[in-house]
């Protein structure tokens, strides 16, 4: 009730601040997400993660027992304008990540980090309550748009975010619309500064088959500089995805990422992409299970992935598969099991694989696979090859040449974790 008498005064203050005429404080909304774990490893010290995007072409790694920063969203909507009229909605949201290193960890030592993940504003109802425009809204800040995910991986397949602005939902027959453009690199004060421009049409909603919906989106990318001589590019993303839902009491999702030129790589994309020159094409397939059977207290995902990125040069490739089935023994007592797979190869020719599996019993406040928040113990072991521990030495240090596992081609670690969204 605290936080709740908190949130409608800084709502109050900001309408007095900003002069607006109408705020409906009692509409604040409160948002976020957090995960953080303590933990070690079998051979001491602090706990490490295993795979991920530091083992090149390896994109994701099964997150269970597989993550080690703190990480944090907190994220508030504050609503203007009158329930039967035109309405707008201020969304801000705060990124927080630690190490867990002391007790009191700062901005400046580097341990803490603060970061700007949403500040937008979207307003609707100016277009009447008829015709293709009645649903629509406009939108203009920097946002989460469109963005897809494998969960168990905690990988973004596609994610067009960030500074810009776009009307959506469009009805169109069969079909909503959406239109939209974006800008990285839209601070820069230098003549020769390059600016990466966006321009995307979405397309959704569209029913193609019982329980089945499609969607999907093509963004065109182009460099901008007020230097004539500055190198720029172009390229070009398209995103198709097919829904399926009452399969086995749960829903798969199989989707196709095509990139050219600046819209060639794996993830992230088009978002963290730049305007500068690029080359070369990309191909990615993601599929995703998510399944309820009934009677059973059995819950779970199983995820698969192929990707291909041609720099120029010969292929650089990505497969991955994994499973995370969960059994309830009651309302609030479970015990998850998470196995994933991931191999790679470069165009050099080296082939990194690690294979991981995790067990963890887990508490929450209610029964399935979604329920959050959820306390977990974790044990976690993982394989690698030697390509894999030579490829390691960016983002997945613990498995290379200088990590925590030295020459070992496998280990263990374990902790403990907690892990929400509201």
């Not at 305007?275 to 059977?293: E, V």
């Not at 598969?321 to 991931?342: H, K």
């Not at 209610?366 to 072991?381: D, I």
């Amino acid at each position: 009730m605290r936080n709740k008498f908190k949130l409608l005064a800084v709502a109050a203050a900001t309408a007095s601040t900003l002069g607006a005429t109408s705020v409906q404080a009692q509409g604040v909304e409160f948002h976020g997400y957090l995960r953080t774990q303590v933990g070690t490893t079998s051979e001491g010290g602090n706990l490490q993660c295993f795979g991920g995007d530091g083992v090149w072409p390896i994109r994701a790694k099964y997150r269970l027992g597989n993550e080690c920063d703190t990480y944090g969203e907190a994220m508030v909507v504050a609503p203007f304008g009158k329930a039967d009229g035109a309405w707008a909605k201020y969304s801000l949201m705060l990124a927080l990540q630690e190490k867990n290193a002391t007790d009191y960890e700062d901005v400046q030592s580097g341990n803490f980090n603060i970061a700007s993940r949403q500040n937008f504003v979207q307003a609707g109802g100016f277009f009447g309550d008829q015709g293709a425009l009645s649903d629509a809204k406009v939108w203009l800040g920097k946002r989460y748009y469109n963005r897809h995910d494998i969960h168990i991986n905690d990988y973004f397949y596609w994610n067009n975010s960030g500074p810009g602005a776009g009307l959506e939902d469009i009805n169109a027959g069969p079909v909503k619309l959406a239109f939209a453009y974006h800008q990285t690199g839209g601070n820069g004060n230098a003549r020769g500064d390059v600016v990466g421009k966006r321009y995307s049409t979405r397309f959704y909603d569209i029913n193609v088959n019982p329980n089945g919906k499609l969607e999907g989106e093509v963004v065109f990318l182009k460099g901008s500089s007020a230097d004539e001589a500055a190198t720029t590019g172009s390229g070009t993303m398209l995103f198709l995805e097919h829904t399926q839902t009452g399969l086995l009491g749960g829903f798969n999702k199989i989707a196709v990422v095509f990139g050219r030129k600046l819209g060639s790589g794996f993830e992230w994309l088009p978002t963290n992409q730049g305007g500068g020159d690029a080359q070369g094409s990309s191909f990615r397939i993601h599929d995703q299970f998510f399944f309820d059977l009934t009677g059973t207290n059995i819950t779970g995902m199983f995820t698969a992935s192929y990707g291909r990125a041609n720099f120029g040069g010969d292929d650089n490739t990505w497969t991955s598969a994994g499973i995370r089935p969960q059994y309830n023994f009651n309302d609030n007592f479970s015990i998850a099991v998470e196995a994933g797979y991931d191999a790679g190869k470069t165009d050099t020719g080296i082939k990194p694989k690690i294979a991981k599996l995790t067990v963890a019993p887990q508490i929450s406040l209610a029964k399935g696979f979604w329920a959050r928040p959820v306390f977990r113990a974790f044990v976690t072991y993982a394989k690698w090859n030697d390509d894999a521990r030579s490829q390691a030495g960016g983002g997945s240090t613990s498995i290379g040449p200088n990590g925590v596992f030295g020459d070992k081609r496998n280990g263990m670690t374990y902790g403990l974790q907690v892990e929400s969204w509201w």
